[in-house]
Structures are given as C-alpha cells and as structure tokens.
Nanobody, 124 residues
C-alpha cells in the first residue's frame, strides 16, 4: 500500500557531497518518522539519521556535523544531504518511513516501509 523510491546515490570522491531523496506514495494518511539507514558489506544495517513529524532530528555520531536530514511533508519526501564524505560512508542507503495509511472507509492502519536501497560509494 505504501511504496518508497530512493534516488541520488552514486560514486563520489572523498570529501565530496551527495544528496539522497526518497519519495513515499500510496494511500498514505499520515507520516510520522522518516529516516535513512545504511548497510555496508559484512555489517549490520544502522541508523544514519531520522526526522520526526515535528521536525526533531537525530543523527548517528559517525555522520553528525556532516549530514543534514530534511523532509517535505506536502510532497511526502525525505532528503539526506551528506558532505565531507569518507570511504567509511560507502554502503547501501535505505529510506524508512513510519505512518498510517487508508485501509478502507473510515479505517487506517499503521505501516513501516523500506525503500529498495541506493548505493553510495566513496572512493578516489
């Protein structure tokens, strides 16, 4: 019922920047938290940054000061601006959205959806 599509990944040199975008679509009634996770080869998926409906944000220590998460509620989009990228930032980045959707007349249910992932590679 809810689909997430990410874009903006790619190959970038150390010190460079990237902006990831994620668009949610479907019978969405409301969106609460939106976030970005990443998973590097051989490692567990980890939270990079999150943003709540009121605008409160949180970041992993590893990206704090180098990344900014933002959202456009009208367009149902979340963004991650990453600067001063390092080789350790290389991973597949996933969008995650938590909210409610229309499941029928006068009925809503919660959802938590993941995007398909976008590869970010930081290398010279």
């Amino acid at each position: 019922q809810v689909r997430l599509v990410e874009s903006g990944g790619g190959l970038v040199q150390p010190g460079g920047s990237l902006r990831l975008s994620c668009t949610a679509s479907g019978n969405i009634y409301s969106i609460n938290a939106m976030g970005w996770y990443r998973q590097a080869p051989g490692k567990q998926r980890e939270l990079v940054a999150g943003i709540f409906s009121a605008g409160t944000t949180n970041y992993a220590d590893s990206v704090k000061g180098r990344s900014t998460i933002s959202r456009d509620n009208a367009k149902k989009m979340v963004f991650l601006q990453m600067n001063s990228l390092k080789p350790d930032d290389t991973a597949v980045y996933y969008c995650n959205v938590d909210g409610t959707y229309y499941s029928g007349t006068f009925s809503v249910q919660t959802f938590n959806s993941w995007g398909q992932g976008t590869q970010v590679t930081v290398s010279s």
